[in-house]
């Protein structure tokens, strides 16, 4: 079936670099989305990947997809205080449902 | 702002009550879908309509039903409200069918059973 893990919580100095992970169980998502969270807020669609692709990179965003591992990743340059949020993984499966993780919790402190 | 639009933006209800959450999906999109996030569960899929049918369907429980209408907005109704219903209900859109499409998130209807 279809699982999708990441970490909890990740905290970070601004104007370093963040690196959000997720782990799936089902490789057969056409596409890999990452969405962000703001507090009160509903989901916004930072960037996707298309499964055939191992890496994509949109401005401060870089994500890296190893399929052999399972594995996603989110990278995020230069990280500010506004970047704070919750950020979730996803794929989207046959019936166009997206499967969600569990969701990171992104702190940037000065 | 996505363009999808959700109503009420919160709800206070008590155990055992009724209640029905709508959604306006964007100008032009046909298929809508109901999402719930709870500390519980995490955000996960509950249905979703295109063009006013029944396309797919996730974890719903037999207490939650939910309707497209001929102009596309959607209502999920969700009756024998238990505490454990508490949670943020989300709605999308997107223009057809296929992951090419993006899914576009309303704000939400937060759902308070006490």
């Known amino acids: 079936g279809e699982d999708v893990e990441q970490s909890l919580f990740l905290s970070v100095r601004e104007g370093d670099s963040s690196v959000i992970n997720c782990t799936y169980t089902?490789?057969?998502?056409?596409?890999l989305y990452w969405y962000k969270q703001e507090p009160g807020a509903g989901l916004q669609l930072l960037t996707y990947?298309?499964?055939?692709?191992d890496m994509k990179q949109d401005q401060r965003l870089t994500v890296l997809l190893n399929k052999k591992d399972k594995h996603l990743s989110l990278r995020i340059a230069d990280t500010q205080t506004g970047d704070s949020a919750i950020y979730f993984c996803a794929g989207r499966y046959n019936t166009d449902k997206l499967i969600f993780g569990t969701g990171t919790r992104l702190q940037v402190f000065p | 702002d996505s363009g999808v639009t959700q109503t009420p933006k919160h709800l206070i209800t008590a155990t055992g009550q009724r209640v029905t959450l709508r959604c306006s999906p964007r100008?032009?999109?046909?298929?809508v879908y109901w999402y719930q996030q709870s500390l519980d569960q995490g955000l996960q899929f509950l249905i979703q309509?295109?063009?006013?049918?029944?396309?797919a369907k996730g974890n719903i429980l037999e207490r939650f039903s939910a309707q497209q209408f001929p102009d596309l907005h959607s209502e999920l109704n969700l009756s024998s409200l238990e505490l454990g219903d508490s949670a943020l209900y989300f709605c999308?859109?997107?223009?057809?069918?296929?992951?090419?499409?993006?899914?576009?998130f309303g704000p939400g209807t937060r759902l308070t059973v006490t």
């Open positions: 100008s032009g999109d046909l298929s």
């Open positions: 990947i298309f499964s055939n692709m």
């Open positions: 999308a859109s997107s223009v057809g069918l296929g992951a090419q499409y993006e899914q576009y």
């Open positions: 089902d490789s057969s998502s056409t596409y």
């Open positions: 309509y295109y063009n006013g049918e029944e396309r």
